[in-house]
C-alpha cells in the first residue's frame, strides 16, 4: 500500500465523516494526516517496518491513534473506524460530491431523507423528478446536475 493509498483512505474517512455531520475536529486531524502522508518521501510501510508506532508518530499530523490505522491497514488491509463508518454510511456515497452544487450537507441530506446512496440511485432520483425537494437545490442548480448526469 503507498502513501498515497493511505492518504486517499484518510481523506475518505474525513469526507464520510462529514457527510455524517461528526467531530470537525477529528475529520481535519484525518486530513491533515493525510496530507502529510501524501508527500512523506519515505513509504509508510518501510516505516512501520523498520520503527513501528514510534516512526510513524514522526510524521507530522500522525499520532498515536493514526499511527494505528496505519499499522493495520498494512496488517489488514482495513482498521476498525473505516469498517465501522462504511457500514453506517456507504462509501458510494461520496460520488455524488462530484456534482455541481451537491457538498456534503446536501449529500448527507439525500442520504438520510431521500435514501440516495449512490450515483445509480441519484440518477433516478433526478429522472423522477426529486430535486424539487431537497433544500438548497434552486432551478439553476438541478440544471447543471441534470447536464452533468447526462454528460456522465
Known sequence: MT??????R????????????????RLRSYRNAAEAIEVWPTPMGEIA???GLAGL?????????????IIDLFERGTFDAWERII???????????????IGPKTAALLHQ???VSSV????KFVAGGGLVLVDGIGPKTAEKIKESLQDG
Do not use: H, S
Not at 502513501?3 to 486517499?8: D, G, L, T, V, W
Not at 474525513?14 to 461528526?22: H, S, V
Not at 457500514?87 to 452544487?101: C, H, K, N, Y
Open 113 to 115: 431523507k431521500f435514501k
Open 3 to 8: 502513501n498515497a493509498e493511505i492518504a486517499r
Open 87 to 101: 457500514a453506517e454510511t456507504p462509501e458510494t456515497l461520496l460520488d455524488l460530491l462530484e456534482f455541481p452544487g
Open 49 to 51: 517496518k523498520e520503527e
Open 10 to 25: 484518510f481523506y475518505r474517512l474525513a469526507a464520510l465523516m462529514e457527510l455524517r455531520g461528526d467531530d470537525p475536529f
Open 120 to 123: 445509480e440511485d441519484f440518477k
Open 57 to 69: 508518530q514522526t510524521v507530522p499530523g500522525v499520532g498515536k491513534a493514526i499511527a494505528g490505522k
